[in-house]
């Protein structure tokens, strides 16, 4: 029996998964190796060969290095062999204590061992079972929270033609659930079925759109044998994805969307190389006009907008790890470091925009810190980091997310804008 499984715990990068079915694709509009309608091998070898590449990113992290940290040290975690910490059992997130005036506003939303887990100034509390839910983020009112399922199953599926076989898959599904656990509802299954069988798609890091009509996504679906995992939407309404259509270094496709606070347009990273190193870039997607605009050069992932949409937090990599940096919305300037550790990544927004929170490693277990923002915005001072969690083990690849009541925010200057204009619009 073949297997269609994919690794836990992997970077923000394509999953593995069993050999693609189907052979040759049409030609794509950019496509660097002048693939055309082929009657060759060329396209599934190509294929296999990126995801050789996301498997080793994927065991990097694993192994305690962080994504796209590569050529780096072997050792990103900073622990001489040995001295790996033991995280807390998987039921238990340790919240350390703070001063009054350091305690948390709002909830955060995080995964560990497969299951989500909400925290706010009364303490940590699991709110999922499962052992298989990852990619949380919260809908705009709060009451949400969209994530990934993975499921089992076995089918037939017959590859290229040939007879077809038996296969295990682990296909993802879609979700949401209240912050209680309450009310779980599936959005979208990733089974695909056709006259060959059935198989799976990818459905990854669900963002909704604050008119909450729009799913953004990384997905190869609808038919996940002519497609690689590329930025895609899925309305709420027609209950259909709808791609993107936007450049991709095949087969390493895109990650991480993240819409501005007015809904108008969209960051997502377009995943490349530069011979053996990931090469990560921001882009902005206009979601109306469809216009695209790269945001910075290679070397950046995981974007978010500021609450105000003037500023970006973004990962920075290098070959040392990664770090957490504030970027001018408007070019792409780098403003901010706010963290210098090579070992910080992940990193989301206080909605009230006065603190970040980022996922931190340290001797091969992964926590969440969160540091406060002094001065003005643009010319921050970053405060010293503050634990939100201890020894705690959390999904590095499941970033986290933070939701403030507005009843909770502060008055917003009528001075600011709601997001800013793209470049050139």
């Known amino acids: 029996m073949r297997r269609g499984r994919r690794l836990s715990g992997a970077a923000d990068v394509d999953d593995v998964r069993a050999p693609r079915p189907g052979g040759a694709r049409p030609a794509r509009a950019g496509d660097p190796y002048g693939i055309g309608p082929a ?23 694993l192994s305690g290095k962080l994504p796209f940290a590569l050529g780096g040290n072997p050792g990103a975690s900073g622990a001489p062999p040995g001295a790996e910490k033991t ?142 995992v590329v930025l895609q939407f899925y309305d709420m309404t027609t209950k259909k994805l709808t791609r993107a259509g936007v450049p991709e270094f095949p087969p390493l ?3 991480d969307p993240t819409w501005s606070p007015d809904g108008a347009t969209l960051l997502y990273v377009k995943n490349g190389r530069d011979g053996a ?21 290679p070397g950046y992932n995981s974007p978010r907008y500021s609450p105000d949409g003037r500023y970006v937090l973004a990962t920075k990599t290098s070959t040392l790890g990664t770090d957490v940096v504030i970027l001018d919305a408007r070019n792409g300037a780098e ?15 206080s909605p009230a925009g006065d603190a970040v929170a980022f996922l931190h490693i340290d001797a091969g277990v992964t926590d969440l810190e969160r540091v406060s923002l002094g001065g003005q915005p643009g010319r921050w001072t970053v405060g010293a980091p503050v634990p939100l969690t201890a020894n705690a083990g959390l999904d590095g690849a499941s970033h986290p997310d933070w939701f403030i009541p507005a009843d909770q925010l502060p008055t917003p200057s009528p001075a600011a804008p709601a997001s800013p204009a793209p470049s050139g619009s």
Not at 277 to 297: D, E, H, N, S
Not at 335 to 349: E, F, N, P, Y
């Open 39 to 61: 009657t060759t091998l060329i396209a599934p070898i190509l294929s296999v060969a990126g995801l050789v590449v996301i498997a080793w990113l994927s065991l990097s992290l």
């Open 87 to 228: 995280p807390t059992p998987s039921n238990v997130v340790v919240v350390p204590s703070t001063r009054p005036e350091d305690r948390l506003i709002g909830t955060i939303v995080y995964a560990k061992v497969g299951n989500l887990w909400i925290e706010d100034a009364n303490g940590a509390r699991q709110i999922t079972s499962t052992g298989r839910d990852s990619m949380p983020s919260f809908s705009p009112d709060g009451k949400w929270i969209y994530f990934v399922e993975a499921r089992d199953d076995a089918d037939r599926f017959s590859l290229r033609g040939k007879p077809s076989r038996t296969y295990d898959l682990t296909y993802p599904i879609i979700e949401r659930v209240h912050l209680d656990g309450s009310g779980r509802q599936r959005i979208l299954s990733g089974l695909f079925h056709s006259n060959a069988g059935t198989w799976f798609y990818w459905l990854r890091q669900p963002e909704l759109s604050p008119n909450g009509r729009t799913i953004a996504l990384i997905s190869d679906g609808p038919d996940p044998t002519n497609s690689n």
């Open 253 to 255: 496709g895109h990650q």
């Open 277 to 297: 190193r990931g090469a990560p870039q921001i882009y902005r997607y206009v979601f109306k006009t469809r216009k695209l605009t790269a945001l910075t050069g």
């Open 335 to 349: 403003l901010v470091r706010v963290t210098d550790d090579s070992h910080s990544w992940g990193a989301v927004w």
